[in-house]
């Protein structure tokens, strides 16, 4: 007997916090959206899969006249990224089906290490491009496969047989992305800007934590137990053509 596909659960990993300084894949996003000509002066921004609210906290630092609103569906995390980032609005929801999201209502929508969870990630999406304004950028951190190829990735420890599969690393291809945003009558027009880490990472105890090894040119992979790891961020323009 084999455990099931589970639902996502990294409370514990999220809760835990306590990074020093922000991850820098924040700060890469920061740069991303420094481009806005609406930086300084103030912006909308909605960040899905919000976790404890460490990129609220990071955005509102960097952009002090902004106001920033977090979606996330684990309860605990919603009341622990209130707690932690009061400036911040935190709402208990579904990145698929953003009920109680306005259209139109955010300038800056992130999100951020979740698509990979999504089965499917028109849904989710959709949603963020639903809520975006005209002139708003969309951008969408985390994995995508160069390659043509989607794949559907369950995981767990080695020899839990009984435990669940857990969700966390689909891989969607750029064409998949390329594809569905082309045909998006709300989209302008979209770049992969690829993220590199400029530091080392060691291993930790949890396999699924990534870390960096040096490729066979000497150049920095980030990886964790199950594959390297093509992070990139996907920046997408919003407005109707
Ligand atoms: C890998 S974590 C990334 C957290 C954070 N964005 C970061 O980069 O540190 C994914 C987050 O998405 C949340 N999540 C999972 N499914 C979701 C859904 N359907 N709607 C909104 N958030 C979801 C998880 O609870 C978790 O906080």
């Not at 007997?1 to 916090?17: D, K």
């Not at 089906?97 to 999504?118: E, K, P």
């Not at 963020?128 to 969408?140: M, P």
Request: proline share 6%.
């Amino acid at each position: 007997m084999t455990g099931a596909r589970g639902a996502y659960s990294r409370t514990g990993v999220y809760l835990e916090g306590g990074a020093d300084g922000p991850k820098h894949m924040f700060v890469r996003i920061g740069d991303l959206v420094a481009r806005r000509a609406d930086a300084a002066a103030g912006f909308d921004l909605l960040d899905v899969g919000a976790a404890a609210g460490a990129f609220a906290a990071y955005a509102l630092s960097r952009f002090p006249a902004a106001r920033v609103t977090g979606l996330e569906h684990d309860p605990a995390l919603v009341a622990a990224a209130r707690a932690a980032c009061p400036a911040a609005t935190f709402l208990e929801g579904d990145a698929n089906r953003m009920a109680g999201l306005a259209d139109s209502a955010f300038d800056v929508v992130t999100m951020t290490g979740t698509h990979s969870i999504f089965d499917d990630f028109r849904p989710s999406f959709s949603e963020c491009l639903r809520v975006a304004r005209e002139g708003a950028t969309v951008i969408v951190t985390g994995i995508f496969n160069p390659w043509p190829v989607d794949a559907q990735i369950h995981w767990r420890y080695g020899a839990r047989f009984e435990a669940d599969w857990h969700p966390g690393y689909n891989l969607f291809s750029h064409l998949s992305v390329a594809t569905f945003l082309e045909a998006h009558p709300r989209v302008r027009g979209h770049e992969f800007v690829p993220f590199a880490l400029p530091f080392d990472l060691a291993p930790r105890e949890d396999p699924i934590r990534s870390w960096t090894e040096a490729g066979a040119a000497g150049e920095r992979i980030l990886r964790n137990g199950i594959m390297p790891l093509p992070f990139a961020s996907l920046v997408v323009a919003v407005g109707n053509r």
